[in-house]
């Protein structure tokens, strides 16, 4: 399982809410992905949390910055919506895409993405929040807007168009450290082949460990809080998840 | 400095093998001229994306002169990722298609099923240690000459080269199946991970590459 840093950028600060909300200021970008790049992190996530203001992405420059010293897979997301705007990221130095509104608003650009630079650079970015009846709903603009399309739906609906991984963000675990949304993974795995990335609700290593005994293994874990606020390290978080003995003493 | 030619043929992020050999103290010429790659001293030959389009890419420019000269005059070549697939005999990926032919063998997509492995799911998104074959000489020696059990790549791909074969280097695991890393043929080395995106066990055998 791979542990992803999880950088949402807002006018050039790393930035970090709860639930995509009441967003706080945690450091420079560059800097950051820098540190967690020499501390062992297996991959960066870039994410525009203002992209949808701007209907554009505000971080190629931060990415052309970022991969002259970080030499890990390094995905960017937000705003980008036509085969123009990918193209631009990945000559930026983005070794994959991440695309929400891009993805709902013309779901077939997905297609157009995989067939001309490979279904391994494009992720669908999905961020899924439980609705009364137990499913969930995908949502866009940082969990603010709802698109009405099931998330397990969708997820399927993405892997068809063409999509390499999934970025399954729980809106209702981000950013509270309560434990990821084991039911919201154990769904998505059973709809879709491709690996899922799961972002949401690290809070201690007795999460990763819930995570590995529950058997239904996401291909990544994206974190953020718990390196932003210094609670463990990138090769702590994936030495817990080669040996869930450890994370269980540390839990 | 020695002037490393790195293969542009319109596929993937060669911003990041570009940065890669600077960082390693190189100077990369980033060029869709064959004439330009064939004065440089080393070649890289990267790619991601699929085989046909890359295959098709590569030919429409004739940049596989490149590659063929580079064999020819045992220049060191190092492909990388779909680099390295090409230069295999076939592969199956979206029909049967011809490589270049360099390496005997055929690209096929991994069998996930087979393995019943609960969590095996494609692309093979992950990174992986390397086992070494014995007796491995040429450029695929001195490259993988650091690398230990701790030491780990960067691997992105669902259509995998046979570990059986006679230029297997190195092989890894996935999903229950044993797979070529990498191949080697004297001054030829290529690899299925992407040494320019495995940290620093990835820079360390580029460093070499570059002498």
């Known amino acids: 399982m791979r542990i992803i840093a999880r950088l949402d950028v807002k006018n050039e600060w790393v930035i970090k809410g709860i639930r995509m909300e009441g967003l706080r200021k945690v450091g420079n970008p560059l800097e950051l992905a820098e540190a967690y790049y020499k501390a062992g992190i297996h991959e960066i996530i870039f994410m525009d949390a203002v992209a949808s203001l701007y209907d554009r992405n505000n ?73 009364v009846d137990g499913l969930w709903q995908a949502y866009v603009d940082n969990g603010r807007e709802p698109t009405g399309l099931d998330v397990l739906d969708w997820i399927q609906m993405l892997e068809a168009a063409g999509v390499g991984e999934i970025l399954l963000t729980s809106v209702d675990q981000e950013g509270t450290r309560q434990g990821f949304d084991l039911d919201l993974l154990t769904a998505a795995n059973s709809v879709t082949s491709c690996p899922v990335i799961l972002s949401g609700g690290y809070g201690n290593p007795g999460h ?6 529950s058997g239904h293994l996401p291909g990544a874990v994206a974190v953020a809080s718990v390196l932003h606020y210094g609670q463990a390290s990138p ?8 040996n869930p003995a450890i994370a269980d003493a540390a839990a | 400095m020695i ?26 010429v980033v060029s ?11 070649i890289i030959f990267p790619g991601v994306g699929a085989f046909a389009f890359g295959k098709a890419a590569l030919l429409a ?18 492909a990388i990722c779909a680099g390295m697939q090409l230069l295999f005999e076939h592969s199956s990926e979206f029909g049967n298609h011809e490589g270049l032919g360099v390496i005997p063998g055929q690209i096929d997509k991994f069998d996930v099923r087979a393995a019943g492995v609960q969590s095996a799911r494609l692309p093979n998104v992950n990174w992986l240690p390397l086992t070494k074959s014995h007796h491995v000489d040429g450029l695929a020696g001195e490259l993988l000459a650091d690398v230990t059990d701790d030491s780990r790549f960067y691997f992105v791909h669902s259509y995998h080269a046979q570990s059986r074969g006679p230029h297997t280097v190195a092989t890894s695991n996935f999903a229950g199946q044993t797979f070529a890393a990498a191949v080697g043929k004297g001054s030829l080395f290529a690899t299925q991970f992407h040494p320019e995106k495995s940290g620093p066990d990835g820079l360390i055998m580029l460093e070499k590459f570059v002498g």
């Not at chain 1, 990763?208 to 005994?213: D, E, F, P, S, V």
């Not at chain 1, 090769?235 to 080669?242: F, Q, R, Y």
């Open chain 1, 59 to 131: 971080l190629f420059h931060i990415l052309e910055e970022a991969c002259e010293k970080v030499f890990i897979p390094i995905t960017i997301g937000g705003g980008l919506r036509s085969l123009e705007d990918v193209s631009s990221a990945l000559a930026a130095g983005a070794d994959k895409v991440a695309i929400n509104t891009g993805a709902v608003k013309n779901l077939s650009l997905v297609g157009e993405i995989a067939s001309r630079f490979g279904s391994q650079c494009i992720v669908g970015s999905v961020e899924a929040k439980r609705q």
């Open chain 1, 208 to 213: 990763l460990n819930a995570l590995i005994r």
């Open chain 1, 235 to 242: 090769a702590e978080l994936i030495e817990h998840t080669a």
């Open chain 2, 3 to 28: 002037n490393i030619g790195v293969i542009d043929y319109g596929v993937g992020n060669l911003r990041s093998i570009a940065n890669a050999l600077k960082y390693v103290g190189a100077t990369p």
């Open chain 2, 32 to 42: 869709d001229s064959a004439d330009t790659l064939m004065r440089c001293e080393r």
């Open chain 2, 61 to 78: 420019k004739g940049l596989h002169k490149v590659v063929f000269s580079a064999i020819a005059d045992e220049k060191p070549l190092l």
